[in-house]
T-cell receptor
Framework: KAGVTQTPRYLIKTRGQQVTLSCSPI?????VSWYQQTPGQGLQFLFE???????NKGNFPGRFSGRQFSNSRSEMNVSTLELGDSALYLC??????????????FGPGTRLLVL | KNEVEQSPQNLTAQEGEFITINCSYSVGISALHWLQQHPGGGIVSLFM???GKKKHGRLIATINIQEKHSSLHITASHPRDSAVYIC??????????FGTGTSLTVIP
């Protein structure tokens, strides 16, 4: 089985722009979670999607949003980018919900740099 | 306040040594996860546990629910074990909290 894939792998944007990141889970996995990793804050939970519905959300502003499609693929969007949004964005998939009680399989991440 | 605390932050060991990484948490949990992150960012899930002990090869993970504490042990450490080890907990509300990680370097 193919692993979790994320596109793009690297991205450079400027402040004020918006960005969309994509995540394709392992075939058969229905839950997708998104995480932000920065040197200062470490790993932080963004949100979790299952069956096209956002089930859990971390403590991030409304500029961060996401969605999940019927094939379980997920996208996350960050609007009005700030310098502090520069980070590695990771997605992880699991078979079911909640992912907190499942083994998660992580993608390679998208490294976003905001200038 | 950090919901998950890990120690030590950095650890250097000689090849063959027995290694212990500790994780304490303050929230009620549904499960605790140990993750491994290699340079470049890739994360692999090592263990998920909610009670007792699990073993996979040279890795052992234990959890004490009453004390809100977990340990990850590596027996007969090897340079390929060099990585960042991250403890994460899923709380009863299914929120995920991460420790800051333990950077392990195993010297040949």
């Amino acid at each position: 089985k193919a692993g979790v894939t994320q596109t793009p792998r690297y991205l450079i944007k400027t402040r004020g722009q918006q960005v969309t990141l994509s995540c394709s889970p392992i075939s058969g996995h229905r839950s997708v979670s998104w995480y932000q990793q920065t040197p200062g804050q470490g790993l932080q939970f963004l949100f979790e999607y299952f069956s096209e519905t956002q089930r859990n959300k971390g403590n991030f502003p409304g500029r961060f949003s996401g969605r999940q499609f019927s094939n379980s693929r997920s996208e996350m969007n960050v609007s009005t980018l700030e310098l502090g949004d520069s980070a590695l964005y990771l997605c992880a998939s699991s078979l079911g919900y909640p992912s907190a009680q499942e083994t998660q399989y992580f993608g390679p991440g998208t490294r976003l740099l905001v200038l | 306040k950090n919901e998950v605390e890990q120690s030590p932050q950095n650890l250097t060991a000689q090849e063959g040594e027995f290694i212990t990484i500790n994780c304490s948490y303050s929230v009620g949990i549904s499960a605790l996860h140990w993750l491994q992150q290699h340079p470049g960012g890739g994360i692999v899930s090592l263990f998920m546990l909610s009670s007792g002990k699990k073993k996979h090869g040279r890795l052992i993970a234990t959890i004490n629910i009453q004390e809100k504490h977990s340990s990850l042990h590596i027996t007969a450490s090897h340079p390929r074990d060099s990585a960042v080890y991250i403890c994460a907990v899923g709380d009863t509300g299914n929120q995920f909290y991460f420790g800051t990680g333990t950077s392990l370097t195993v010297i040949p």
